[in-house]
């Protein structure tokens, strides 16, 4: 039988507690089994992507909280994490100025590869991949269970930034370079720093003001250099200068980049039991890129809500196929880019095939894209009804 993939739309039309989307997710929380999946006394992690400065348009903080109470009641110890993207004390501060911290969510935020990125134990990864191994956050593959909470966006290197993105570069370590395990292989070749074509160059020095880590040294109408030992991969710059006019790229085609992300995602995910990773994709403030750039776009499309299961590549496929018929949001950089009907927006303004990743995935056996939808309008409501009337002040 097709797996079962719950979803929470947005719209709220009763003006009551049961239909908003906190309750949504509680009933949620509560049909998708967490209670099942978690063993008491083990350590859960609630693996979210914590933002960046000017990237606010993350998962709020009361959806975090009623996973990590969800976790609670099942008897298991949550911690809330991501890896570094910025060095790791830096980035909780960003996280805190987003809103995530131990009083907002109710658990400890821990950065899952260590403050310095470093701490992550090697999983090999399959054949086809672009390195033979990775090098696990080791917060995530030491933990017993995982609930991947997942903000939906567009993203640069996939055209779509889902759960597979979200527990593949979220998942691995960011600076272990000597080792040759770390998030950059996955973004580039032979783990090369991005080229710089100095005849496509205006000498702006955008690039060097948004790389998080000053690896970029400008000699003003001379000379950019990338120091390799320093730089992280990531292709913020890359991202950047294509409003420039491109004068620096990432040496990775589409296809490589996407089996590498599928191959990184299996290798996080082979650490787990079956059964004990549960996903849970908010489609929210669907901005165009990815939460790793210094800003964060208007919506292209209106807000869809919740999709959840145990199955990756069925709540990818149902996330996409909702995102497939959403019209897209005027005033937005979709009506910058000319498109006016509904259709894989994300996939068009990024220029990308959306469903690749999902088609390594499900032929790597990451999972099904045959799915049940099942919609989750309220919650149900208490055998004693509403609270008394004094509680509902
Ligand atoms: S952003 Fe591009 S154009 Fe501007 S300095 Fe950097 S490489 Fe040159
Ligand atoms: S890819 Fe670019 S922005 Fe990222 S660390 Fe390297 S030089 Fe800096």
């Known amino acids: 039988m097709a797996t079962e993939v719950l979803h929470a739309p947005a719209r709220c039309t009763t003006w009551e507690y049961e239909w908003s989307l906190p309750a949504k997710l509680e009933e949620i929380l509560r049909r998708s089994g967490v209670s099942a999946m978690v063993t008491p006394?083990?350590?859960?992690?609630?693996?979210?992507?914590?933002?960046?400065?000017?990237?606010f348009r993350t998962i709020r903080p009361v959806f975090v909280r009623k996973v990590v109470e969800a976790i609670r009641s099942a008897g298991g110890i949550p911690f809330v994490t991501d890896t570094t993207r910025i060095p790791g004390l830096e980035y909780l501060e960003v996280a805190a100025a987003?809103?995530?911290?131990?009083?907002?969510?109710?658990?400890?935020?821990?950065?899952a590869d260590g403050i310095f990125g470093r701490d992550v134990v090697r999983v090999p990864l399959g054949e086809g991949a672009p390195v033979a191994e990775m090098g696990v956050a080791s917060a995530i593959y030491h933990a017993g269970a995982m609930v991947v909470l997942t903000h939906c966006k567009?993203?640069?290197g996939p055209g779509y930034g889902g759960a597979i993105k979200n527990v593949a570069f979220g998942g691995v370590g960011r600076r272990t370079q000597d080792d040759g395990v770390n998030r950059g292989h996955l973004h580039s070749v032979e783990?090369?720093?991005?080229?710089?074509?100095?005849?496509?160059?205006?000498?702006?020095?955008?690039?060097?003001?948004?790389?998080?880590?000053n690896a970029i040294?400008?000699?003003?109408?001379?000379?950019?250099?990338?120091?390799?030992?320093?730089?992280?991969?990531?292709?913020?710059?890359?991202?950047?200068?294509?409003e420039e006019?491109?004068?620096l790229s990432m040496p990775i085609s589409e296809e490589v980049f996407a089996r590498g992300m599928v191959e990184a995602a299996r290798a996080v995910l082979s650490t787990f039991a079956a059964g004990k990773v549960l996903y849970l994709n908010f489609l929210q403030e669907l901005q165009p890129e990815c939460d790793c750039m210094p800003v964060a776009d208007v919506p292209v499309m209106q807000?869809?809500?919740?999709?959840?299961?145990?199955?990756?590549?069925?709540?990818?496929?149902?996330?996409?196929?909702?995102?497939?018929?959403?019209?897209?949001?005027?005033?937005s950089k979709a009506e910058d880019a000319g498109i006016g009907e509904a259709g894989d927006v994300l996939g068009r303004i990024n220029q990308r095939r959306t469903r690749l990743p999902l088609e390594y995935a499900a032929a790597l056996g990451l999972g099904e894209s045959a799915h049940r939808l099942v919609t989750i309008?309220?919650?149900?409501?208490?055998?004693?009804?509403?609270?008394?009337?004094?509680?509902r002040r």
């Open 245 to 247: 006019g491109g004068a």
């Open 377 to 391: 309008h309220s919650k149900r409501r208490s055998k004693v009804g509403k609270p008394p009337r004094e509680h």
């Open 154 to 156: 567009g993203h640069i």
């Open 98 to 111: 987003n809103g995530y911290s131990h009083l907002t969510c109710g658990a400890p935020i821990i950065m």
């Open 191 to 213: 783990n090369l720093p991005p080229a710089w074509n100095p005849r496509l160059c205006t000498f702006c020095e955008r690039c060097a003001a948004v790389c998080p880590i």
């Open 41 to 55: 006394g083990e350590y859960v992690a609630v693996k979210l992507h914590l933002g960046s400065e000017g990237a």
């Open 217 to 242: 040294e400008i000699e003003k109408t001379v000379s950019l250099k990338v120091n390799e030992g320093v730089c992280d991969r990531c292709g913020r710059c890359v991202r950047i200068c294509h």
């Open 303 to 331: 807000d869809q809500g919740i999709l959840a299961g145990l199955d990756i590549v069925a709540v990818e496929t149902a996330t996409l196929d909702l995102l497939d018929a959403a019209p897209p949001l005027p005033q």
